[in-house]
């Protein structure tokens, strides 16, 4: 088994700033892919970010590119998502997944991923 534990999320102004933080435990080796998904009230769950299990690769949904950051740390067991030049619209759950497919390419699908932490809230006031 896998656990993910996410921290960071809180209230901030847009234009502002938030780092989450997902630390990982257990069956660490069967960690591949691992992703942040949002899920804003009353839509589905979305993919907003992934990284390859040595953080070489990246993926990035369209909405996000060039304000969040992906980045993970294999010898502290955590996954980072800095977001920077929040909008009102990111508001959402952010949750960290962590999926065991056996691949280097980041994946969007909730389908994929076997392992979720419990979310964090995000709220970007205007």
């Known amino acids: 088994q896998v656990q993910l534990v996410e921290s960071g999320g809180g209230l901030v102004q847009a234009g502002g700033s938030l780092e989450l933080s997902c630390a990982f435990s257990?069956?660490?080796?069967?960690?591949?892919?691992m992703a942040w998904f949002s899920q804003a009230p009353g839509k589905d769950r979305e993919f907003v970010t992934g990284?390859?299990?040595?953080?070489?690769?990246?993926a990035y949904t369209g909405s996000v590119k060039g304000r969040f950051t992906i980045s993970r740390d294999n010898a502290k067991n955590t996954v980072y998502l800095q977001m920077n030049n929040l909008k009102p619209e990111d508001t959402a759950v952010y949750s960290c997944a962590a999926s065991s497919i056996v691949t280097a390419i980041p994946l969007r699908e909730t389908r994929d991923y076997g392992y979720w932490g419990q979310g964090t809230q995000v709220t970007v006031s205007s």
């Open positions: 990284i390859s299990r040595r953080g070489d690769i990246t």
């Open positions: 257990g069956r660490t080796d069967n960690i591949y892919t």
